[in-house]
């Protein structure tokens, strides 16, 4: 298992695409905190399924933004740091300024700490995903032609499934890319790539 031993903290792990990575870090032998704020209840069910599954998580209600919590500093042990952008980082969608704006912040929040940091052994990825089908796409889902079309702008022909996304995080965190810091990976099918937008 690519994750034994590994202690992962998911926030937002109890919904969507960070459940889907609770569930595969889970699978793959790490001890995972899924940090909520908000749902304990989902939370308790997403930590039973990791459970079912065979893996270990557990929920803690905290909030991530108290900068007084340096771990990584302190523990002089490195560690890795994901963040999950979106394509909107880079590709501009009217009506959404606020939205784009924050995922363009999470890339560039990778770029510098993963070099401020980096000589600590402290990696930063961040992973920006076009169309995944989690609630936030729950109304185009719904309606046929608007999948259609959708589907139909992407080279691969479908929206990304939120274990798609988990499959790289557990990637990410395992051994084998302990070189990759400092950098975005976009997962959208190749949609950014073949159009100018929609």
């Not at 031993?5 to 569930?23: D, E, F, R």
């Not at 510098?112 to 961040?126: D, K, M, Q, W």
């Not at 589907?151 to 990637?171: H, S, T, W, Y």
């Amino acid at each position: 298992m690519l994750l034994t031993g590994k202690s992962i903290i998911v926030t937002g792990g109890n919904s969507g695409i960070g459940k889907a990575i609770v569930l595969a870090a889970a699978a793959e032998g790490a001890n995972v905190v899924i940090d909520y704020r908000m749902h304990p209840e989902y939370t308790a069910e997403v930590a039973a399924a990791a459970g079912q599954a065979g893996g270990r998580a557990i929920g803690v209600e905290a909030d991530v933004s108290r900068t007084e919590a340096q771990q990584f500093i302190a523990q002089r042990s490195g560690g890795l740091i994901v963040t999950i952008s979106s394509t909107h980082e880079d590709w501009p969608m009217p009506g959404n300024i606020a939205y784009c704006v924050s995922k363009g912040g999470a890339k560039m929040l990778t770029r510098t700490a993963g070099v401020e940091l980096g000589s600590l052994g402290i990696r930063f990825v961040n992973i920006a995903p076009g169309a995944v089908s989690t609630p936030i796409n729950a109304v185009t889902e719904m309606d046929p032609e608007l999948l259609r079309q959708l589907n139909g702008a992407i080279p691969l022909g479908r929206i990304a499934q939120a274990a798609e996304i988990a499959d790289l995080v557990v990637f990410l965190a395992s051994d084998k890319a302990g070189y990759v810091n400092a950098t975005t990976v976009t997962v959208d099918g190749g949609l950014s790539q073949s159009n100018v937008g929609l």
